[in-house]
């Protein structure tokens, strides 16, 4: 692979989770859990609960888009592997509690296969920060 190609590769990941965020936008449950594979494993930031299967995810995104959530991404780092790919960092999604936007800093791991329909979510895994944070704090 070429280094062109790599940076093609990066781009192409870490606009995934541009999609993701999208998806997010829409409102709507069903849109959110189409971008997640079959067997996909969902460990979510605003519950204890891990979700397993496609109705557990969608039923997890019907409640939390309630909540009007958008991330900002501010660290992506991406590794790819032969049909698999990685991109864990921090996000901030910002939500409404009550009519009052709020915020919460939070590391992230998306992964990705690669399938008959394009990259699919097979793990994803985010929780909120354990300290305090800004995003001056890690240099940003």
């Known amino acids: 692979m070429t280094l ?11 606009a995934l989770l541009d999609s993701w965020n999208a998806a997010l936008d829409t ?3 069903r849109t959110v859990a189409a971008l997640y594979a079959p067997d996909a494993i969902l460990m ?3 519950s204890n609960q891990v979700r ?13 888009l309630k909540r009007q959530p958008h991330a900002q991404v501010l660290e992506h780092n991406i590794r790819l592997f032969e049909g698999i790919s990685i991109d864990s960092g921090i996000y901030v999604i910002h939500v409404d509690d009550n009519n009052v936007r709020s915020s919460i800093m939070c590391r992230y791991t998306f992964v990705y296969r690669w399938g ?5 979510i097979i793990e994803h895994h985010s929780s909120a920060m354990p300290e305090a944070h800004n995003p001056a704090s890690i240099g940003l």
């Open 4 to 14: 062109a190609q790599q940076k093609h590769d990066l781009r192409e990941i870490a």
């Open 27 to 29: 409102r709507d449950a």
């Open 44 to 46: 979510p930031t605003v």
């Open 52 to 64: 397993k299967t496609p109705a557990a995810i969608r039923d997890y995104f019907t409640v939390f």
């Open 116 to 120: 008959e329909t394009g990259w699919k």
